[in-house]
DNA sequence: ATCTAATTGCAACTAAGTTGCAACAACTTC
DNA sequence: GAAGTTGTTGCAACTTAGTTGCAATTAGAT
């Protein structure tokens, strides 16, 4: 069942925080480790339907979580900022996001690994890198090479 | 005086990308080739002045230059979208920017190099990959290390 | 049970970017 | 080198994303 293994991670989370833990932050807290990528504030609107939280608050909610920690900003193109739940990341770097030109979706490529940049100019000292990749997905490559073969076969 | 060969320089890009050659194009691109690090379009409009292009002007021809490749969107956390010259770039990669966290100042750094991911799910394919880098710019780090030295000998 | 400081929602606002349209200018053609 | 055509520009009005002040509320401390 899990349900109640999940509720207990969503308030550890928090307290961690030293946030108070109110509907209103677990329910978007929730919305967040469901996600398979990283949201935004208006996607979260959504999830959270018209019981869930103000808008304002959400914009908010996700500010303090991020200053807290317990999430962190992902780095992807877009008007709008993403945000995602830091575990999956390790202490110097964020996994890799893989956005797809196809489909335009974005994949957490959490298994990946990037080697931290190397040979940087003198003085400068790396805390912290972020890699956001771009390319095929699997289906969009599929889709790509089935039309290769049709216009090649002519 | 190198003058002549720079204006050359503003008017094959344009005409490498199509693009026909206009006083304020040609003034958006200078402000662009002589930044050091990527500008907003906002940047632009005060690097320009009051009798250099439109607001709306300069938002548009940003987004024709990027579509047309030879600018870049970079890749910078902040409310507003950052471009930068697409030479200094490689195929596969844009350099790296580095974020300073003391000072918030962003580093192109043209000369690091960062080797492209490896180990990628199975099915995806990676055309180009984007890195930024946070951490201490030379001058913070200096400061950061005297303000140790100060404490440690208390 | 009471208290207090953090949190929330509302409304009004700022910032960043977009769109429709008429005037204009770069390049083409004659 | 004048005339034409198509891409470009500026204005005004608009949308989208996010912020702020403030009064009402509530989680967690005492």
Redesign the pocket.
């Known amino acids: 069942m899990m349900k109640f293994a999940f509720k207990e991670k969503v308030d550890k989370l928090l307290s961690s925080a030293r946030?108070?833990?109110?509907?209103?932050?677990k329910a978007i807290l929730e919305v967040l480790l469901k996600a398979n990528s990283p949201l935004?504030?208006?996607e979260i609107v959504h999830a959270t339907g018209n019981t869930g939280?103000?808008?304002?608050?959400i914009?908010?909610?996700l500010?303090?979580m991020a200053e807290a920690g317990i999430l962190h900003k992902a780095f992807i193109e877009g008007?709008?900022?993403c945000y995602e739940p830091a575990d999956k990341c390790s202490e110097n770097q964020c996994h890799p996001h893989f956005v797809c030109t196809g489909c335009g979706q974005t994949h957490c490529l959490t298994d990946a690994t990037v080697p931290m940049a190397t040979s940087m100019p003198a003085g400068f000292i790396i805390k912290r890198q972020q890699v956001r990749l771009e390319g095929l997905c699997p289906e969009c490559n599929m889709t790509e090479n089935k039309r290769h073969m049709h216009n090649d076969g002519k």
């Not at 946030?19 to 932050?25: F, P």
């Not at 939280?53 to 608050?57: A, H, I, L, S």
Request: glycine fraction near 4%; charge should be positive.
């Open positions: 946030l108070k833990r109110t509907g209103q932050r935004t504030a208006d939280p103000n808008r304002v608050t914009y908010r909610t500010e303090s008007r709008s900022r």
